[in-house]
């Protein structure tokens, strides 16, 4: 029972205040932290991802309920398949980190939303 309480506690308030203000050349280098090595860095990587995606995912259906738009329409949207878990998202990110380190001095949550809307905007 502690050690579930422990865990959640490190996943949803430690971890996501340890992302606050880091930046795209910061979350690249914690994504390609081995889970074996480095777990921190590595389950930090997966755990702002997945909130990004989640945070971004309920903040456009909501805004498009109050504003009645058809979820999944306009320009902020992302639509990667529902199998697509964080690690995927994860490697996409990377990528696009890789191709683009005149970004790496910018906002993280940016250049995730970026990266991924490249890849999975929706249609």
Known sequence: MRFG???GILVGVIL???CYGITVGQLREDCL???HDRPLPAL???AFIDGFVTG???GIADAATRLNIPTGEGLFSLCPPASVGPKQ???EFVKWANENPQEWHKNA???LWQSLYL???CK
Do not use: I
Request: aromatic share 8%; charged share 10%; with cysteine.
């Open 5 to 7: 309480l422990g865990l």
């Open 16 to 18: 996501p205040s340890l």
């Open 33 to 35: 932290a081995s889970e």
């Open 44 to 46: 930090t990587c997966l």
């Open 56 to 58: 971004h995912t309920y």
């Open 89 to 91: 998202l994860a490697a």
């Open 109 to 111: 949550g940016t250049g």
């Open 119 to 121: 890849r999975w905007p």
